[in-house]
């Protein structure tokens, strides 16, 4: 019954108004509450849709919709649109469709292992672009295989701004802080 709550934990959260950024009567923006970068917003529709793999081809204006919303949070965070990744992931750990919107820094404490980062930046997180795409194309997402999940979330690191390629976590972490510091000091000039 916990992990039944906790896999519920967004429905929750939407509901809760001091929790809500932008509210409209299709979809409701949210701060991710373990923030995997400086900016981690949600957008989440107010319709129960468990997933990706639980959407038509006629819930595309919902999605644009969504998108459209969570464009409105970007613009509370002082960064460009392009500075962020926006998608579903493939296996999500919580109930409720939910469109990650995320600043490409990766800079968090709540970062914190190999799968966090595999989960953003490798095909484990699904660009909104296709999934709008492939609705049209096909009315719905296919589900992977398990194991293509797994081999997805035990790639390699790869640093998302350069070529660096750490062997551990902990050097990529140094890495992003890296760059986080030179973006503040050439915006600082």
């Known amino acids: 019954m916990a992990s039944q709550a906790w896999t519920d934990g967004l429905i929750h959260a939407i509901n809760n108004k001091g929790k809500q950024l932008f509210v409209s009567d299709l979809a409701v923006v949210i701060k991710d509450k373990y923030p995997k970068a400086l900016h981690h917003f949600l957008v989440l529709p ?3 849709i468990d997933s990706v793999y ?3 081809a006629g819930d595309t204006v ?10 409105k949070a970007v613009g509370t965070s002082g960064l460009a649109a392009d500075r ?3 998608g579903y992931h493939m296996k999500p750990s919580m109930r409720r469709l939910h469109l990650h919107i995320i ?3 990766y800079h968090s404490p709540c970062l914190s292992h190999r799968y966090h980062w595999n989960a953003f930046n490798t095909e484990f997180l699904i660009k909104h672009e296709y999934v709008v795409e492939k609705l049209h194309e096909k009315g719905g997402i296919d589900r992977p295989s398990m194991q293509y999940i797994m081999q997805l979330l035990e790639t390699p690191l790869r640093c998302n701004q350069c070529s660096f390629r750490p062997k551990k976590f902990t050097d990529l972490k ?3 802080q890296q760059h986080v510091e030179s973006e503040c000091g050439s ?3």
């Open 187 to 189: 915006t600082a000039s």
């Open 62 to 71: 919902l999605l644009q919709h969504m998108y459209d919303l969570g464009l």
């Open 174 to 176: 140094l890495h992003l």
């Open 84 to 86: 962020f990744d926006y």
């Open 54 to 56: 639980d959407l038509s």
């Open 103 to 105: 600043s490409k820094d």
């Open 46 to 48: 107010w319709k129960d």
